[in-house]
């Protein structure tokens, strides 16, 4: 796959849509809206769009994950 083709999945992606944050997460986009206005989970604003580094989401998710076990 050619390095400026991105896959429908985000696989790859260092930016991700609320969308895809909200897939990823399982929850709903306004969530992750909720998130990102309160500055729990930082986003880049990219005209009308938010764009979400997959690291972030990862390390929410990580975070998230060790609360639950601990």
Avoid: C, N, W
């Amino acid at each position: 796959m050619p390095a400026d083709e991105q896959r429908p999945d985000g696989v790859g992606a260092p930016f991700l849509t609320v969308a895809e944050v909200a897939d990823r997460m399982r929850v709903s986009k306004m969530t992750v809206y909720r998130l990102v206005h309160s500055g729990e989970l930082p986003a880049v604003r990219f005209g009308r769009s938010f764009r979400v580094q997959r690291g972030a989401v990862d390390e929410m998710i990580r975070t998230a994950a060790r609360s639950e076990a601990g």
